[in-house]
């Protein structure tokens, strides 16, 4: 395993990986993988091959059986219960489902997230409204996440990600609920959000979307990895 | 912290018959123990009152001499446990049976009643083995007759007393407990309506610490106003008491905060407890 890419270049790492399920055993088995500052990364494979337990192994919320995740530079084998808050504000998380509170204003939800991590009163309200620029609601602040389009949904859920300007933006099918425009609408948001200098790893089933762009592509299939398109941080330097 | 704040009192906005609910089973807990207390309080009361008559009387030989009685009387004086003693003579014994007794005072016409020196005993030093300590020691004079104190009353005084104690304390842990419990499923109902809030301030990184904020400072909330509630209640039947039935005492300032307090206590308790295993749970 020679990767050129230690240190400060690489984002995520996971050394050897293996996860079991108490209930359905073996989820992952074996993976090595490293992803860098800046680099636009897609997750795919068939389902139940593992891509949402690699990304709950990104943000914490599962734990690996054998092996290390390193992201941001803190291993799981050193990672507290008490260090995971800390870890996830420096990742911004987007799900299939959106999860916006469904009773509060498309401001509030990312306001939210900002008031979550202590941020000073008078900073939230033009932080979230440059946010809300940023992907392109600027004019629906007031609105309630049922008064809006799924798109724009998962766009609020995009900004409320990128509130605490995260190293990398971690997306579990992000495009899963939407038409053929939004998706691509979406998908045009998380380039420009890359080019700007976030890291981004997505978990896709739309293998249109992944083929139309360029970008990195890591295969999963049954817990395994199967096919990465090129290593390293930087992306197209193939080997 | 105002966030924090913000949270919990939007917590009874969202939920005011659950909050209600709570507060009330919180109330009628602290009612049941300040009905308790209160009981409890007169009881000492009464038992104080009681005590304050407690005396050890030690009847003098015929004859002992003025100056060996005068003696005693000033070591008995001396006695650490001592606050005050004073000599009986024969005749202020009679008038004393005289006034006590009244209508049948002429019994004692040709009575002739023996000197004593009353003794009183200070506040900390009238229970049984006390009083029993001090009447043995003044027993050792050879002057002195009989000593009487009456043992068993005080004894049983003190077994009354150290009943109403340890009921008051079984009764009222107890309701303490059942109190911790109820507030605790109705913040785990609260908890439970917020689990999908929850997971996403998770997702956000907040901490738990954070996250359980608002539901403790709710649950001390609903605790407190449960406390003044039961404060209320406890006061009119109080009221109602000392109209109809007799004078009982109230709890004081402090005792009465202390209850608000309590209930804040149990509120906090019992919200830390369902969150934290909610918390701990997902
Ligand atoms: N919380 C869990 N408890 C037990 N088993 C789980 C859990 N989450 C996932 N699994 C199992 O782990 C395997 C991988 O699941 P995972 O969700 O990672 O797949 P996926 O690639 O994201 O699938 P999909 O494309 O359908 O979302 C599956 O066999 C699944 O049953
Ligand atoms: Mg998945």
Not at chain 1, 96 to 116: I, Y
Not at chain 1, 134 to 149: D, T
Not at chain 2, 234 to 243: L, Q, S
């Amino acid at each position: 395993m020679s990767n050129p890419h230690d240190g400060g270049g690489t984002v995520i790492r996971f050394t050897r990986v293996r996860k079991e399920y108490a209930r359905t055993g073996v989820a992952l088995d074996d993976i090595s993988l490293a992803i860098g500052k800046g680099e636009f990364v897609f997750l795919t494979g068939p389902s139940g091959a593992g891509k949402s337990t690699i990304l709950k192994l990104v943000f914490a919320e599962e734990r690996p059986t054998a092996g290390e995740v390193k992201v941001a530079s803190v291993s799981s084998a050193a990672l507290r219960a008490r260090d995971v808050a800390r870890l996830r504000r420096k990742l911004g998380i987007v799900f299939q489902d959106f999860r916006l509170l469904e009773d509060r204003t498309v401001e509030a939800n990312v306001g939210f997230a900002l008031e979550v991590t202590g941020a000073p009163r008078a900073s939230i309200a033009p932080r979230v409204s440059r946010l809300l620029t940023q992907v392109g609601l600027a004019s629906k602040g007031s609105s309630l996440p049922r008064e809006l389009s799924g798109g724009e949904q998962q766009r609020v859920a995009i900004a409320r990600a990128l509130v605490n300007d995260p190293l990398v933006l971690i997306a579990d099918e992000p495009t899963g609920n939407l038409d053929e425009r939004a998706t691509r609408g979406v998908f045009e948001l998380l380039r420009d959000i890359n080019a700007a200098g976030t890291a981004v790893m997505m978990a896709t089933h739309d293998l249109d979307l992944v083929k139309r762009s360029d970008c990195r592509t890591i295969e999963i299939n049954h817990g395994r990895l199967v096919y990465d398109s090129g290593e390293g941080p930087s992306r197209g330097d193939g080997q | 912290m105002t966030v924090a704040l913000r949270e919990a009192v939007n917590a009874f906005r969202r939920a005011p018959m659950l909050s209600a609910l709570s507060v009330t089973t919180i109330a009628f807990s602290l009612f049941a123990f300040g009905l308790f207390g209160l009981v409890a309080l007169n009881i000492r009361d009464a038992l104080g009152r009681i005590e304050d008559r407690v005396e050890i009387r030690a009847f003098l030989a015929d004859r002992t001499p003025v100056e060996a009685a005068a003696a005693a009387l000033g070591d008995i004086q001396a006695f650490p446990e001592v606050a005050s003693a004073s000599l009986v003579t024969p005749a202020q014994a009679l008038d004393r049976a005289r006034q006590e007794l009244g209508e049948f005072s002429d019994v004692f016409d040709a009575a002739i009643l023996p000197a004593s020196i009353d003794v009183k005993l200070k506040p900390g030093s009238r229970d049984p083995a006390s009083v029993r300590t001090v009447a043995q020691r003044i027993r050792t004079y050879d002057f002195i007759e009989d000593v009487r104190f009456g043992e068993e009353w005080i004894e049983k005084l003190y077994q009354i007393r150290n009943v109403a104690t340890l009921a008051g304390t079984v009764l009222g842990l107890t309701f303490a407990i059942v109190a911790v419990i109820i507030i605790g499923s109705t913040i785990r109902m609260a908890v439970l309506a917020r689990s999908r809030e929850i997971a996403i301030m998770r997702v956000v990184g907040a901490t738990d610490g954070f996250i359980r904020r608002p539901f403790l400072i709710e649950g001390a909330i609903k605790g407190a106003l449960g406390g003044v509630a039961a404060l209320l209640l406890t006061w009119a039947t109080n009221e109602v008491i000392v109209r109809y039935v007799f004078a009982a005492a109230f709890f004081n300032l402090r005792l009465s905060l202390l209850g608000i307090l309590a209930g804040a206590l149990i509120g906090l308790v019992g919200s830390a407890f369902s969150v934290g295993r909610h918390l701990k749970h997902v």
